[in-house]
């Protein structure tokens, strides 16, 4: 899986892409990730990539010249243009599977009040948001986008069963974990847990997910209710 970034701030993404299973995936060639800084495409002595949006407003909106550059200089022929916004999509398990689908994905982050509308009428395949509240940059998505999709990726994780054990694969979130000691500061891991009934384990581990999916994402217990009665 190759990611393109276009970006005002690629330093920001230094040690993220050097650290953890991320930085180990990209060593190993399992995913890689240009950066493509906006500015080196800037049409002025100044660098300037940003300008006073037409018909006024606060803040300063992203010029459609070096943008089109950045992107036209790094997007190959097929792959998908993401741009991160908090007026995008909102960002799920659906959506990183269908976005994992893709060898090449483009990630324009967005920054100011926004990027010229022109550039996302004519590049931008899906604008994604993270969730409901605004961040200071465009950069913090773009890592948590790539993060999400690159785990999917054959080979990234050493496990092959976390994938299909983990939340959201089937709308219900994960079951306590417990390692040793087996009592901590007064607490013990549950009995059922040390008896080495495989068959007992699971079904312990499956009621404490309906369980804590319940209480915590209603919403996805609705979801997960439903499907059970469908029969998926
Ligand atoms: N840029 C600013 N806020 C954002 C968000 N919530 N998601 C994606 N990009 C953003």
New binding site residues.
């Given amino acids: 899986m190759r990611f393109k970034i276009v970006t005002l701030f690629p330093d920001f993404f230094e040690s993220p892409l050097k650290s953890g299973l991320l930085g180990r995936a990209i060593e190993a060639g399992i995913v890689s990730v240009d950066i493509v800084n906006i500015r080196h495409f800037s049409e002025d002595r100044y660098n300037k990539c940003d300008d006073y949006p037409y018909g006024g407003g606060a803040g300063m909106v992203l010029m459609p010249g070096p943008l089109s550059k950045a992107l036209d200089s790094t997007v190959s022929a097929g792959a998908r243009v993401i741009m991160?916004?908090?007026g995008?999509r909102l960002l799920d398990h659906e959506m990183v599977v269908e976005l994992a689908k893709n060898d090449e994905v483009c990630i324009l982050c967005?920054h100011y009040e926004g990027v010229d509308q022109r550039i996302i009428d004519r590049y931008v395949d899906y604008e994604?948001?993270?969730?409901d509240?605004?961040?200071s940059?465009?950069e913090y998505?773009a890592l948590v986008i790539i993060d999400a999709m690159a785990r999917r990726v054959p080979g990234f994780m050493s496990n092959a069963e976390s994938l299909a054990e983990e939340s959201f694969e089937d709308d219900l979130l994960e079951y306590p974990h417990y390692t040793r000691p087996s009592s901590f500061q007064g607490m013990d891991v549950p009995e059922v847990l040390l008896g080495g009934d495989h068959a007992a384990v699971s079904r312990w581990r499956h009621g404490e997910r309906e369980e804590k999916t319940r209480k915590v994402r209603p919403d996805l217990y609705k979801r997960y209710l439903m499907r059970k009665i469908l029969g998926e």
């Fill in positions: 991160t916004s908090p995008g967005g994604v948001s993270i969730g509240y605004v961040l940059g465009g998505a």
